[in-house]
């Protein structure tokens, strides 16, 4: 596990005291049941703006407390062990965007909005059914965007888009010009088909030629924390199963044949662990992150796959269930396993990044 330091486990303390306490699951079964479009409680997502979570990667003087992304990917892990529904994860990644790539002006404008939560942000890059960045058409002429994304996260509550054209990332605030139509996802999260149509775009100037890739990087990493607080959580919820549920006149953690499937799964999500936090560190340092981003997402990828469907089947009959939270997560790690990059997708750009 990697090294924190005393204002880093604070915040991950306070994260975990507040999701088990304000957001559980049961707060995530009532955002499902009230069928709002952009599926998050906007007084939760408040709340989290207060502590000071919307902000932790942007600088000081655009409002920000600048603390890394090792502090919020704790946060983020904590939030996906609850299934906490909020656009934390779209914002934080937008406001990196303008980071890396905005003007003074974008700065100045975006970054304290997005960090005090007073504004919502996501990104919207594919235009097909699967990740492939360098499939885009979408395009600007004269200051407007045309174009589709297939499959926007939280786009129904975002007050600005950081959208992928032909020729770099521009801003797009939500109004005229642009269109949504709701995708429902199994996982009964917020996602849209995005249309623009004339939609006024400000172009994200600064940054160099790799700056979608820089921001994909870091959806790869931050997406993998949430899948991690997931797995874990499912790792721990099945154990606790089979150490009450009886079988046979005999609890099912005696039976040896599961002892070794719950000890395989440890191991797996042990090493998750280990590259979600590397990329994490890699991040924070600055060094190889590209590198970094793929291993942590296609072992969040392949290790929550395994660990979600082991948990529903641990749990039997009662894992299909509605009444049990198991299945909530097998559906959200599906939607999350085929965002920013599958498994197979990543090891195939891990082999170019590395051949050079």
């Avoid at 990644?93 to 003074?104: D, R, Y």
């Avoid at 002006?105 to 594919?126: F, R, V, Y």
């Amino acid at each position: 596990m990697a090294v924190l330091n005393e204002e880093q486990e604070m915040l991950r303390d306070m994260a975990r005291e507040w999701s088990t306490n304000e957001s559980p699951v049961a707060e995530f079964r009532k955002i499902r049941a009230s069928g709002a479009p952009e599926a998050f409680n906007p007084a939760a997502y408040k709340a989290m703006a207060e502590m000071g979570w919307t902000g932790v990667i942007i600088p000081e003087e655009h409002g920000g407390s600048d603390f890394g992304w090792m502090s919020v990917g704790l946060i983020v892990e904590e939030l996906g062990k609850t299934l906490t529904a909020s656009p934390l994860i779209a914002s934080t990644l937008a406001a990196s965007a303008i980071i890396l790539g905005g003007t003074e002006e974008q700065k100045s404008k975006w970054l304290p909005k997005i960090a005090s939560g007073e504004a919502i942000a996501t990104l919207a890059i594919d235009e097909g059914p699967h990740h492939a960045p360098a499939n885009i058409a979408s395009s600007v002429s004269d200051g407007k965007l045309s174009g589709v994304k297939a499959f926007v996260h939280e786009a129904h509550a975002a007050d600005l888009f950081v959208v992928a054209a032909i020729d770099g990332l521009y801003l797009v605030e939500n109004g005229t010009g642009m269109s949504l139509s709701a995708r429902k996802l199994t996982d009964q999260r917020s996602h849209a088909e995005v249309t623009y149509a004339g939609a006024v775009a400000s172009k994200l100037e600064g940054g160099d030629d790799n700056l979608l890739e820089q921001i994909l990087d870091r959806a790869r990493i931050l997406t993998a924390c949430e899948m991690l607080g997931m797995a874990q959580r499912v790792f721990d919820t099945t154990l606790d199963y089979l150490k009450q549920r009886v079988q046979f006149n005999q609890v099912l953690a005696s039976f040896q044949a599961l002892q070794h499937r719950m000890a395989d799964l440890f191991g797996e999500l042990a090493s998750m662990r280990s590259a979600v936090e590397g990329g994490l560190q890699a991040l924070d340092a600055g060094f190889r992150v590209s590198e970094a981003a793929c291993i942590a997402k296609a072992r969040a990828n392949d290790v929550l796959h395994q660990i979600s469907r082991e948990g529903v089947q641990l749990h039997g009959g009662m894992g299909m269930t509605d009444e049990y939270d198991i299945g909530f997560y097998l559906k959200r790690a599906r939607i999350l396993e085929a965002s920013w990059g599958s498994s197979s997708y990543l090891r195939n750009r891990f082999a170019n990044l590395s051949s050079y």
